[in-house]
Every structure is written in structure tokens, then in C-alpha cells.
């Protein structure tokens, strides 16, 4: 991104181009909209984690989630590698999360203390964020519609009534969306798997 | 990722739902938590009468912080009292 790009996501408050690096040496400074984006770009990561990897119930999810983001807060000075943000939360969420479930083993058979299939879903979730890494570089209105229609699981109809577009009109933008987002990841670099075991 | 074939493209966006909006804004007021409960811990650390009031009732402490008395609120300040 050129500079004159950066001062311009800056003076509109977003740090949405930022990369994880830049970001959180931002929350370090202390900047609240950096923090506000920080647990915007890695809620849906850490809730994913909690609830299809570990299968949490929404109230044990709720608690890891806030435990997850608290503990990032505290321990933001002492990161080794900024840009590696990623991995260290989704160690720190599963940790959390098996603890959470280590708890309540008195109910649970051992094997959901690390259920079976959690790397394997762990593994789609790293793949996951990295087709949103995708998304975000397409227009605005391809973002909209395919996470309204698949993150969001929104109708047609809903799509439709909330960005005043013909019904009929749905399926065939979100075709031309998924293409444009078939390019992007064609001409992305592998990112590295994270090794979070 | 290898394969970039649409199908798989529409699992992967669907794999990562948007958490409650709930838990992301209570996530966000984390910084202004930290900071309401350190102004308390500061104040009560030079006013005794003042730290038996807020170890009496943390909870009434945090409202007039203006700090929203969550559980995780209350937790924090009651382990930063005990330092």
C-alpha cells in the first residue's frame, strides 16, 4: 500500500490494510481503534475455534472468548513476534479451551478433553482466514454479499431487501463475486501453516 | 490451500461466522476496564477508607468508575486489590 493509501485508511480510523504486525504494535501504543480492529479481525477466528473445534457450549464459549481477548491485552508487550498474533491466539484459545472442558470432565468422557477432529477443524479454520484475507482486498459489494450470503447465512431475500437488489439479481453477483475470489487466491502466496499442536 | 474450486471457496466463508456482536463489543471495552479498574486501585491505595468501600462493594466501586460491573470486571479489580 503506498503511504498516501495508509494516511488515508488512517484518517478514516480503519486499519483494516494494516497487517497483523502493524496492528498490534499499534495496540501497543495504545490506540483504542486499534484495539477495536484487533478484536474485530479475530473474533470470528477465536469464536470458530471455541465452538466447531472444541464444541463449547455458547456460555463455556462466551467465557474462553473474553478470557482469550483479556489475556491478549494483558500479555501485548510480551509478544515475541508481532506478526505471529495469529497462531499465539488460536494456542491460546485452544489451551483455554481444553481447560474449559478439563473442568467439566466429570461429565465428560476423556476424549472430548481434545476432541477428535479439533486439528483437522483447526486446519480448515487457518484456511479459512486465509480466503477472508482474500475477501477483503475484493470491492466492497462482493465482501457484502458473500459473507451476507455464506458467513452470515442470509436468503436471498434478505440480501436482496438489505442492498436493494432484485432477488433475481442474487445468485449470479455472488457467481462473479466467488470468481473474482477464485483469482485473488490463485495469485496469493501459500501462507505458512501455523503450528499451534 | 490448493485448490481454489468455488464450492470450497463457499464452505471456507462459511466456516468463520461472525461471533456475537455482544461478546466482540465486551471484548472492546477491555482497554477502558483495565484503565477504570488501575484509576480504583490507585485511589484506593492511597485512601484506606476508601479501599474498604471498594472491597466491600466492587461492583457499586466499578458503576461509579464508569466501568460496566462485569464478572470479568469484578475479578480483575479484586485480584489488582490483592496484589
Redesign the interface.
Known amino acids: 500500500m503506498s503511504e498516501m493509501d495508509t494516511d488515508a485508511v488512517e484518517a478514516m480510523g480503519l486499519h483494516v490494510h494494516l497487517t497483523d504486525g502493524q496492528l498490534v504494535a499499534r495496540c501497543r501504543a ?1 490506540e ?1 481503534e486499534a ?2 480492529e484487533l ?2 479481525r479475530f ?6 475455534i471455541c465452538v ?1 473445534a472444541f464444541k463449547l457450549s455458547e456460555h463455556d464459549a ?1 467465557d474462553v ?3 482469550v ?2 489475556r491478549a ?2 500479555h501485548i508487550d510480551k509478544l515475541r513476534d508481532d506478526e505471529a498474533i495469529r497462531p499465539w491466539l488460536a494456542q491460546l484459545t485452544r489451551r483455554l479451551c481444553i481447560d474449559r472442558l478439563r473442568a467439566g470432565s466429570h461429565e465428560q468422557p476423556e476424549d472430548l478433553l481434545d476432541p477428535i477432529g479439533a486439528d483437522e477443524t483447526l486446519a ?2 487457518d ?6 484475507e482474500a ?1 477483503a482486498i475484493l470491492p466492497d459489494n462482493c465482501q457484502d454479499i ?2 451476507r450470503f ?4 442470509e436468503s436471498y431475500r434478505m440480501i436482496g431487501e438489505a442492498l436493494d437488489l432484485p432477488s433475481g439479481t442474487i445468485a449470479s453477483r455472488i ?1 462473479r463475486c ?2 473474482k ?2 483469482l485473488e ?2 495469485e496469493k502466496p ?1 501462507a505458512p501453516r501455523p503450528d499451534i499442536g | 490451500m490448493t485448490a481454489f474450486d468455488e464450492e470450497r471457496l463457499g464452505d471456507l466463508l462459511s466456516a468463520l461466522p461472525p461471533a456475537p456482536e455482544s461478546w466482540v463489543r465486551a471484548a472492546q471495552e477491555i482497554p477502558r476496564t483495565h484503565s477504570g479498574v488501575d484509576e480504583i486501585v490507585e485511589r484506593a491505595e492511597a485512601d484506606e477508607e476508601y479501599r474498604r468501600y471498594v472491597v466491600a462493594d466492587p461492583e457499586a466501586a466499578l458503576a461509579e468508575a464508569d466501568v460496566v460491573a462485569h464478572v470479568d470486571a469484578v475479578e480483575l479489580l479484586r485480584r489488582k486489590l490483592d496484589k
Open positions: 495504545g483504542p484495539w477495536n478484536v474485530e473474533s470470528r477466528y477465536v469464536y470458530a466447531q462466551e472468548f473474553q478470557e481477548f483479556t491485552y494483558e480448515r479454520l484456511d479459512a482466514i486465509a480466503v477472508h475477501l458473500l459473507d455464506f458467513a452470515r447465512d457467481s466467488l470468481a475470489l477464485r487466491m490463485e501459500p
